[in-house]
């Protein structure tokens, strides 16, 4: 078993929550399940057992130096060994975009905070963190597994895929705050690069937003504007 790389064909769920999150949600690209020596035979040890045989997936028990090249950390008692999958965006469903997201464990995180407030798809324009990565499958908390998502190479062949949705640009420079924005839907909440945020050129497509916030900071944190923003729209 060889180290993640961006060109690899398969991936890696480090940890045996990931593992089973693989198994219930994904199972259709999981390859082979390997459990650490040191997991105890206790309950989870016959979840993960069963959820393997039952999806047909090969397990290899007994094999430390795994665990120790692909995780480097001895609490790691479980990796689900997956192949790259790619996904369709809904039409009909809300959409979170990320232009040009950098940080791995940001794209996880805001990968988790779609999926906890039912986003219908995530749209991630490149250049852009590898979603794929261990670190951005675990920072996910396997949400990865269940949220649809799809790369595209610039936002313009997004916004021509869903010329019906509702763009709502997430900017420091809007006038309008997100409180007092009308929903309608399908929409698509777009947020940019961690460092940089969005292009000015993106307030003039849809109507742009601001997340009030006190003068005491510059910016909020790209996974926490994200989160603000998905769990303000959803409760509209």
Not at 57 to 81: H, R
Request: aromatic share 10%; hydrophobic share 35%.
């Amino acid at each position: 078993m060889d180290k993640y790389t961006k060109q690899s064909e398969t991936s890696y769920a480090l940890g045996t929550t990931l593992t089973i999150e693989l198994l219930s949600r994904k199972k259709e690209v999981a390859t082979r399940i390997y459990i650490n020596p040191k997991q105890k035979r206790d309950e989870t040890y016959n979840k993960l057992i069963s959820l393997a045989r039952s999806a047909g997936i090969p397990v290899i028990e007994n094999n430390q130096k795994i665990f120790s090249a692909l995780s480097g950390k001895d609490n790691v008692m479980a990796i689900g060994e997956f192949k790259k999958f790619d996904n369709t965006l809904p039409k009909d469903k809300n959409h979170l975009v990320l232009v040009n997201p950098s940080n791995m464990g940001n794209l996880g995180t805001v990968i988790r905070s779609g999926a906890a407030f039912e986003i219908g798809g995530l749209a991630i324009i490149r250049p852009a963190a590898d979603a794929f990565d261990p670190k951005c499958v675990r920072s996910s908390m396997g949400a990865i597994f269940s949220l649809p998502f799809h790369y595209y190479d610039s936002f313009e062949e997004y916004e021509k895929e869903f010329p019906a949705h509702k763009i709502h640009p997430f900017m420091l420079q809007a006038k309008k705050e997100l409180s007092s924005v009308q929903k309608e839907e399908p929409y698509s909440l777009v947020f940019g690069n961690e460092a940089t945020g969005l292009p000015k050129e993106f307030l003039e497509k849809g109507e742009p937003v601001i997340i009030a916030q006190s003068s005491l900071i510059d910016s909020l944190n790209l996974d926490n504007a994200v989160s603000i923003g998905l769990y303000t729209f959803k409760n509209k």
